[in-house]
């Protein structure tokens, strides 16, 4: 079968309900398998909302029948489609990462294509509105503009207490990093990916030795600076992070339980492959800085003794934070945080040797290619 593409981007957006929107918009142009835009043509798209992961349990279904522009461009509600499976309204957006999956016809009818998941990284707000009280006992929290948060309490007679500031005060909703590297430009600085709701956050990125790093609330001036206490926790401005010596890092905050506090890490660290034949090894990986690119080759390798790779991004602090692996869900040369294994094409009995060339950004994604040597 051929392969269909398509360019997505997600936009949140205020629509339909005069309470609270069931839809978000979104974004595509279609491409047929030739890599032009489909134009002025009537496609089908089926729309997925998935659980957890990016091969995770599907929540909710719809379908839509749609017209391109001459571009190829199509707008669609998410939400206001034909459901066909589970009901968008029911959606729980406050527990677990979201990923939506995009399949499109191009002729129209129902002969679907994946030609794409992507992670919501940030969820429609109002339907997490909905569900940010998940279980009794718990306050709405609420954001003030510097980024300090506030919980709002009720008691079992539905009187309201005065805002309070939230245990988990000290890092606000999103956080963005910006340093010297970019001159401490905020509209420069790069949102940390939220691991686990808000009690880990990562990025990754190469560093030049005596690089110093401060937090931010939002990239915009104005907004709450971060940096850290004699202790190494995130502190309203607080100092400079300094960076050792140069390479490639894992920034990462991880909320310490014991005194209710983030610590901030910055881990030197390089990529493994990892291989999943014992009888097969690859090089160590190396790093070009000026290009963002690593690189390793793997020899020897046949259709009997191969069974696929993932990059490994090993982490010291294993206390706090376990290793993060770098697959293909849908083996198109993109990798997928925690995805599946990455495979070879063509092999045989006959031995090849290889040469892994990728790059990773700042949230973990990324690209890969891999070239016969």
Not at 40 to 53: F, V
Not at 84 to 109: A, C, H, M, R
Not at 167 to 194: C, H, K, M, Q, W
Not at 273 to 293: F, Q
């Amino acid at each position: 079968m051929k392969k269909l593409y398509a360019t997505l981007g997600l936009v949140i957006a205020t629509l339909v309900n005069a309470q609270i929107p069931q839809a978000f918009s979104y974004q595509t142009i279609a491409f047929n398998a030739s890599g032009a835009p489909i134009s002025n043509g009537n496609i089908a798209l089926k729309i997925s909302i998935l659980d957890n992961t990016a091969t995770g349990n599907v929540l909710y279904t719809e379908t839509h029948a749609k017209t391109t522009n001459s571009k190829g461009l199509v707008n669609l509600n998410i939400g206001q489609g034909t459901a066909t499976t589970g009901n968008f309204g029911g959606i729980n957006w406050g527990s677990n990462p979201k990923f939506v999956k995009v399949e499109l016809d191009p002729q129209g009818g129902s002969n679907y294509t994946n030609v794409g998941v992507n992670q919501l990284m940030s969820v429609p707000y109002a339907q997490v509105s909905k569900t940010v009280v998940t279980g009794a006992g718990q306050g709405i929290i609420l954001t003030s503009p510097n980024g300090t948060a506030y919980t709002l309490n009720v008691s079992d007679s539905g009187a309201l207490s005065l805002p309070t500031t939230t245990s988990n005060s000290s890092i606000p909703a999103n956080l963005y990093v910006y340093g010297s590297y970019n001159g401490f430009n905020p509209t420069d600085a790069e949102l940390l990916r939220n691991v686990d709701g808000v009690n880990k956050r990562i990025g990754y990125k190469y560093f030049s030795a005596n690089t110093q790093l401060k937090f931010i609330a939002s990239p915009g001036n104005g907004s709450q600076v971060y940096g850290v206490d004699s202790q190494g926790n995130l502190a309203p401005n607080g100092s400079f992070v300094n960076i050792a010596s140069n390479g490639f890092y894992r920034v990462f905050t991880v909320l310490y339980a014991i005194n209710n506090s983030y610590l901030i890490f910055t881990e030197n660290m390089s990529p493994q492959i990892e291989l999943y034949n014992p009888s097969l090894s690859a090089s160590a990986v190396t790093y070009n800085s000026s290009t963002n690119t690593f690189s390793a080759t793997i020899n020897g390798i046949t259709s009997s003794n191969f069974s696929g790779f993932r990059i490994n991004l090993p982490s010291q602090s294993t206390t706090f934070l376990n290793p993060e692996y770098l697959g293909d869900n849908l083996n198109d040369g993109n990798f997928d945080i925690g995805g599946s294994q990455i495979m070879i094409p063509n092999l045989t009995s006959s031995p090849k040797n290889f040469k892994i060339e990728f790059n990773i950004n700042f949230i973990g994604t990324g690209s890969y290619t891999i070239t016969q040597i």
